[in-house]
C-alpha cells in the first residue's frame, strides 16, 4: 500500500472514532458530513436521512450550509439518494447532469451545483438509516477508494445516528422531556404576564417567585433526573466502607432540622443501642435517608410529628422515618416508587420532582436491600429500609 493510502486510512480510523462522541444528533450529523468531506477528497457531503416509518427521506446536513434551515426537506424516492436507498448499494456518478434521477431540489436551496455525487447507503444491522453523499471530487473522479473508505465511515455514522435515536427515544428522556414541559410553560406564561404594562406590584411579585419556584424545580429535576439515569446504567460507583449507622442517621437528621423547624414538626429519636455497623457507600446512603427524611417533612402536617427509629429485625438493620401527614391512598401505592409519580394533589401540598423515590429505591436496592412503606389516610405514613449488616468489608464491596 502507497503512503498516501496509508495516512489516508490512518485519517479514517480517526474520523470515525471521533464521530460516533457524541449523543446529539445535529452535532453528530455535522461530523460525519465534515469527515465525509475530507475523507473523500470531496467539495461537500451531505447526509440524507430515511424516516422508515414514513418511507420518507430528508435532507438532513451538509457541509455546505451553515444554518439548519434546509433540515427535513424532503428528497423524492426516485432520487440517486433513493436509489441507494432502495437498492442498499453506493453508486457513483461522475456527471450528475446525464443523470436523470438527480434531483434539483437541494441544489436550487443550497445555490451549490453537484457535477460528481459518490453516495453510499447508512445501514446497521438490521436498517437503512439514510444515505451519506459526498459531492464533487476535487481532483478527477471518485475511485474504488474513496467509496470504501466512506463505506467504512457510513457504516461508523450509522451506528452512531441509530445510537442517538435510540437514546432520544428512551422512555427515560422522552418522560423528562414531557416533564420539563410542565415548569417550562409555567414560567413562559409567568414572563408574558411581567411584560405587560398593566399588572399591579403584587401580581409582579407574584409571577417573580413563581419563576423562581419553578426554575429552582428545574434544576432539582435535572440533578435527580442525571442522578437516577446514572444510576440505572450502572455507571456509578458504589464505595463501600464501614459506616457507623446512628451517626448518619443523626447527621441526616440535623441538615433535615430546620426544615422541620420550620413546619413545627415534633422530631422523635430514641438512638438505638449496639446498633451493628454496616457497610455501604455512605453518601449514597445519605442520599436515601435525606430523601426520606425531606418527604417526611414535606408531607407532613404543619405541627406534626417526625419520629426515626433504628434498630435491628431478622439479621438485618432497618431504619423507619415516621410522619403524621395526610397519608398514601391504597390506589398510589403501586405507583410511589415510579418516575416522576406523585400522589395526585400533592403539588399543592410541597413542590417536588417525583424522583426521589425512585432514586432511593435504586440505591437500597444496590445495597442488597429493600424498603417498605405502610400508610393510612389521615394519620401518616412509615418508610422503612432494610439493609443487610455484614461486618465483613471484602464481602459487601463483592457485591455492591
Ligand atoms: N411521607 C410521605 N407522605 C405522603 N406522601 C408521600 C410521602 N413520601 C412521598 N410521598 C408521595 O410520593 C411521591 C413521590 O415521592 P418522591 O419521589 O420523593 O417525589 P417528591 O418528593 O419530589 O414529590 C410524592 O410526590 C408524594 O406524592
Ligand atoms: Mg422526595
Not at 133 to 145: P, Q
Request: charged share 25%; net charge neutral.
Amino acid at each position: 500500500m502507497s503512503d498516501k493510502i496509508l495516512d489516508r486510512y490512518r485519517r479514517l480510523v480517526e474520523l470515525s472514532r471521533d464521530v460516533a462522541s457524541t449523543l446529539e444528533l445535529d452535532a453528530l450529523l455535522n461530523r460525519i458530513v465534515t469527515a465525509a468531506k475530507e475523507i473523500s477528497e470531496s467539495e461537500a457531503a451531505s447526509i440524507l436521512l430515511y424516516e422508515e416509518s414514513l418511507k420518507q427521506l430528508f435532507f438532513q446536513a451538509s457541509t455546505n450550509l451553515d444554518s439548519p434551515m434546509m433540515g427535513g426537506l424532503r428528497v423524492p424516492l426516485d432520487s440517486i439518494a433513493g436509489w441507494i436507498i432502495n437498492n442498499k448499494k453506493p453508486l457513483v456518478i461522475q456527471d450528475v447532469s446525464q443523470d436523470s434521477r438527480f434531483f434539483g431540489g437541494v441544489a436550487k436551496a443550497t445555490n451549490f451545483q453537484s457535477r460528481s455525487i459518490l453516495g453510499v447507503p447508512l445501514m446497521t444491522k438490521n436498517k437503512t438509516v439514510g444515505v451519506l453523499e459526498a459531492i464533487n471530487k476535487l481532483e478527477g473522479g471518485y475511485t474504488e477508494e474513496d467509496q470504501e473508505m466512506l463505506m467504512v465511515l457510513g457504516a461508523q455514522a450509522a451506528i452512531a445516528i441509530e445510537n442517538t435515536r435510540l437514546f432520544l427515544q428512551s422512555d427515560l428522556i422522552s418522560e423528562m422531556v414531557h416533564e420539563l414541559r410542565t415548569p417550562l410553560g409555567s414560567i413562559n406564561s409567568a414572563t408574558y404576564l411581567l411584560l405587560r404594562p398593566e399588572i399591579s406590584a403584587e401580581q409582579y411579585q407574584k409571577m417573580v417567585s413563581i419563576i423562581q419556584g419553578e426554575a429552582r424545580r428545574l434544576s432539582e429535576m435535572t440533578t435527580s433526573f442525571l442522578d437516577l439515569s446514572r444510576l440505572e446504567s450502572g455507571r456509578v460507583q458504589f464505595i463501600p466502607e464501614e459506616i457507623n449507622l446512628t451517626n448518619l442517621l443523626v447527621e441526616c437528621a440535623n441538615i433535615t432540622f430546620s426544615s422541620m423547624v420550620e413546619r413545627q414538626l415534633q422530631f422523635e429519636w430514641d438512638p438505638p443501642k449496639n446498633l451493628p455497623h454496616i457497610v455501604g457507600d455512605k453518601d449514597k446512603l445519605k442520599q436515601v435517608f435525606l430523601n426520606l427524611l425531606s418527604n417526611a417533612v414535606k408531607y407532613n402536617t404543619s405541627k406534626g410529628t417526625l419520629t426515626m427509629k433504628a434498630g435491628t429485625r431478622d439479621g438485618r438493620v432497618f431504619v423507619s422515618i415516621i410522619d403524621t401527614g395526610p397519608g398514601i391512598p391504597k390506589e398510589s401505592m403501586g405507583s410511589l416508587f415510579k418516575k416522576f409519580y406523585r400522589v395526585p394533589g400533592t403539588e399543592k401540598l410541597a413542590q417536588g420532582t417525583g424522583l426521589g423515590l425512585s432514586i432511593v429505591k435504586k440505591i437500597v436496592e444496590t445495597h442488597q436491600g429493600e424498603i417498605k412503606v405502610k400508610s393510612k389516610v389521615g394519620e401518616g405514613t412509615t418508610f422503612t429500609v432494610y439493609l443487610p449488616f455484614r461486618r465483613e468489608k471484602a464481602k459487601a464491596e463483592a457485591t455492591l
